[in-house]
């Protein structure tokens, strides 16, 4: 009678250790660019993507390193894109989203049929997020990284909003906010505040929790009416409501503070 063998067997999920771990077809494809991710997965359904000339039929498929992959017969190539990001200017009534909820629209339904074909093929993803009824500079990006980079609290990149308030505004009312005041989810790092007029307030934060400058304003009797991001990092709105435009790699490196994959300047 055969004894099995002693030898402990490799765990499932260390089977790429020590290796170059393969991206999923459809996964690979919308971070190349040559796809959104639905539409990337639509297509190796549809029989029209192959991989070194076997056609694969599942979105999950692995590619391995040096795999030459085609498309409707044409070859494509998975190259990690530059890092392009978009400065959008979002109107009021929008979900920060990619699902409507209640017949409320999102960003992305606004955005996305404005973008050339140059732009249209990545997968975007939305850098933080905007109350729905919130206005002002929303960034979309395709390198997921980025989001991160931008959202950490550790990055402390400032984000600048302009609150309208239903109570008067004035330096000592807003002073707790200068200080750093505790919030019911934890301490909050002390803002910077002006005082515009006595129903606008302007605040610079670096960081971003749930509806942290609603929450803040309120703690200190200044309930908001409406709020208006201004700037994030270095890149300030400067576009009408409703568009978008593409930043420049100085923007992103030194207005995000962010060296990402290099991409020449946009053309003027």
């Known amino acids: ?49 192959s991989i070194n000339g076997r056609v694969a039929k599942m979105a999950l498929t692995p590619v391995p390193p040096g795999a030459t992959i085609r498309v ?3 070859p494509v190539s998975l190259d990690a894109p530059a890092t392009r990001v978009l400065a959008f200017h979002k109107p009021a009534g929008l979900l920060s ?12 339904e606004v955005l996305l049929p404005q ?11 939305a850098v933080g997020r905007l109350d729905v009824d919130s206005t ?14 931008a ?25 707790p906010l200068r200080r750093g005041m505790v919030l019911d989810d934890g301490p909050a790092r002390p803002a910077q505040v002006r005082v515009r007029d006595e129903h606008t307030v302007e605040v610079t934060l670096t960081e971003g929790r749930h509806h942290q ?5 309120g703690a200190v009797g200044l309930p908001v009416r409406a709020l ?19 930043l420049t790699d100085t923007e992103v490196q030194e207005g995000l503070r962010y060296t990402g994959r290099a991409a020449s300047e946009p053309k003027t």
């Open 151 to 175: 959202t950490s609290p550790d990055t402390r990149l400032p984000k600048r909003y302009v609150a309208t308030v239903f109570s008067t505004a004035d330096d000592a009312r807003v002073e």
């Open 97 to 108: 989203s990619t699902v409507s909820q209640h017949r409320t629209g999102t960003v992305f």
């Open 1 to 49: 009678m055969s004894r099995k063998s002693d030898k402990p067997k490799t765990p499932q999920h260390q089977r790429w250790e020590g290796k170059e771990k393969p991206d999923w077809l459809s996964r690979a494809l919308a971070r190349a660019g040559v796809f959104p991710q639905k539409e990337a997965e639509d297509a190796i359904r549809a029989g029209r993507v």
């Open 136 to 149: 002002g500079l929303l960034l979309f990006t395709n390198d997921d990284k980025l989001v991160a980079h």
């Open 213 to 217: 400058v609603k929450r803040m304003l």
């Open 228 to 246: 208006h991001r201004e700037a994030v990092g270095g890149v300030t709105l400067d576009i009408p409501e409703g568009t978008f435009r593409l």
């Open 115 to 125: 973008l050339p074909a140059d732009l249209a093929g990545y997968t975007w993803h």
């Open 72 to 74: 409707d017969g044409r």
